[in-house]
């Protein structure tokens, strides 16, 4: 079992920067791949960026790539998801997710284990 607290989350103004974390316990946070999803009312869960649970492979969505920047530090057992240059199209509900699984997972049933997400808004 993983347990996922994620953290960070609130209201910025268009082209503002925000850092969301997400705290790990329960597992060997260096065994699990890491992922960072968002879903907007009345819209399906989105991919946002994923870490892999070795060597740190990583992948973004199209849609963030060149503004959101996700890491991990494997001590503090936490993945962050910083994100610059936010639009209004970036709010969202962020959720970050835990899978046992190697590689660099992109797809929501891929992941075992998912936090209670935390809210992001982005003014025009």
């Known amino acids: 079992q993983v347990q996922l607290v994620e953290s960070g989350g609130g209201l910025v103004q268009t082209g503002g920067s925000l850092r969301l974390s997400c705290a790990a316990s329960?597992?060997?946070?260096?065994?699990?791949?890491m992922g960072w999803f968002r879903q907007a009312p009345g819209l399906e869960r989105e991919f946002v960026g994923s870490i892999s649970r070795s060597f740190g492979s990583i992948r973004y969505a199209d849609s963030v790539k060149g503004r959101f920047t996700i890491s991990r530090d494997n001590a503090k057992s936490t993945v962050y998801l910083q994100m610059n240059s936010l639009k209004p199209e970036d709010t969202a509900v962020y959720y970050c997710?835990?899978?046992?699984?190697?590689?660099?997972?992109?797809?929501?049933?891929?992941?075992?284990?998912w936090g209670q997400g935390t809210q992001v808004t982005v003014s025009s």
């Open positions: 329960g597992r060997t946070f260096s065994s699990v791949a």
């Open positions: 997710a835990a899978s046992p699984n190697v590689g660099v997972l992109w797809r929501t049933y891929e992941y075992d284990y």
